[in-house]
Structures are given as C-alpha cells and as structure tokens.
C-alpha cells in the first residue's frame, strides 16, 4: 500500500492511508471544510510545562501548546528530508518500525497535512506527506540549495523532540539515542546545541560508532526528555519510550 501527493501542486482529497501491521489503528479523512485531514484517533495527551529555572528561561513541553506545522522541524532535526517543487513542498522520512508509521501519519494529521507510506527494499518504511503550499516555510528555512541546515535561531521543545523521538529515538540500556540524517553533516553541530539548550547534552556518535546519533545518558537529562515528550502515543512500546522516573 503506497501513495504520493500530486506533484503538480493541485490540491486534491486527502487520504491517509492505514499504516502496516495493526488493523486496529485507522486514520480516516473527516471533510473539514477546508480539505484538511484529521486523525480519528490521536496520541494521549503528553505532561504539562517544564520549568528550568537554573536557565531563567521557560522550555515547554508537548502539552503547552497546539500542534503546529513549526514542530515539523523535529522531524528535519533527525533523518527528515524536505524538497521544494514550484511554490510547495513535501516532507519525508525513512523509519524502521511500523508503529512509527502510526505515529508519525497521525501526528502529520493533527497538523493538516496527508500522509502516506510505503515499504523499503531495505525493509524500513518510507513516510511522505502530499506537496502543499503549507509547507514551503519550512523547505525554505532548512534548505541550502539541495542541502539541509537547521535556519537561524533554530530551537526544540517538547512537541519538536516528540516528532524526533517518533520518528528516530531508540533506547538503549544506558541511555536513549536521537538519530540523525547521515547525509546531513552540516546539522549536526546545530542540533546539539538545541539540546544543550533545553538541557539534554548529549555525546554525538559518528557513523562508526552506531550512528550518526546524539547520546542522551544521565538520570537527570533523561528525565528531562521524558518531561519534554510526555507520555507514549498508545501505537509506542513501551520500551520505545523514555520512561517519567
């Protein structure tokens, strides 16, 4: 089961298409009036604020707001690709795991944007969201000519770290790892100073290392991300997630 946006840019009916392996799990097209699509069900709501008063600055965590399409960021963050055609754009990322198939359709749902997947030869799944209008802000930010770079001042908080962790978070006996793009060299350094910020330090791993990936560990830093990404979507193990202390 596979599906594209037009490429010619013409908005037509969004369709979100069941993800692999759980029937239970449907997303189905709702006629807002406006053509966007809104997931049936969506993931349990995340905790409440965070506050990091050793910062004097405020950090939210995924409940502080509404999902929005600047958090799609998260996704560009990790091993997110976008590309520009015409006056649109399409977002896309290659995940290992069917449940973050579900996640990540729903959560693009939420946000009014349609998405489909199809399978790898690799055995991964390929997750592509239609080419809309919507989404040129973000391609426009991130992209240096056919190069992905975070744009300045670029920052995550918990609705961003969520996407990233669905997306390409795996956990470890030690710690919980944040994949990156392996081709996105130059967004590497930027990124792990976003994680500095929000008080995730983490140490970058090399492709020889079992990345490339920022490695979260310490019992203070990942109770911070659990605090930032809130509770598993219901799709999640919950070994897939970090775990509130």
């Known amino acids: 089961m596979s599906g594209t946006g037009d490429p010619s840019g013409r908005e037509t009916p969004p369709v979100l298409f069941l993800a692999p392996g759980d029937d239970a799990l449907r997303a189905e097209r709702l006629d807002t009036g406006r053509g966007a699509p809104v997931a049936r069900r969506a993931a349990p709501p995340p905790p409440a604020d965070v506050d990091e008063s050793a910062r004097q600055l405020t950090f939210f965590g995924a409940e502080a707001a509404d999902p929005s399409l600047a958090d ?7 091993p997110g690709e ?22 990540l359709v729903a959560e693009l749902a939420l946000r009014g944007v349609a998405a489909t997947w199809e399978a790898t030869t690799d055995g991964r799944h390929a997750v592509r969201t239609s080419y809309a209008r919507t989404l ?60 500095h910020a929000v008080g995730l330090s983490g140490v970058l791993l090399g492709p020889g290392e079992g990345g490339p990936a920022y490695r979260i560990t310490g019992h203070r830093r990942l109770a911070r991300l659990a605090e930032l990404v809130g509770d598993p979507p219901s799709a999640a193990p919950a070994t897939a997630w970090p775990a509130r202390s």
């Open 136 to 195: 040129k802000p973000l391609a426009v930010a991130w992209l240096r000519g056919t190069g992905k770079r975070p744009p300045a001042g670029f920052h995550l908080d918990g609705r961003r770290l969520r996407l990233w962790l669905a997306a390409a978070g795996a956990a470890e006996p030690s710690g919980f790892l944040l994949r990156l793009g392996v081709a996105d060299e130059g967004c590497w350094e930027p990124v792990g100073g976003a994680l």
């Open 82 to 103: 976008v590309v520009r055609m015409g006056g649109t754009a399409r977002l896309s990322v290659v995940v290992d795991a069917a449940w973050r198939v579900h996640v």
């Open 72 to 78: 799609l960021a998260g996704l560009l963050a990790g």
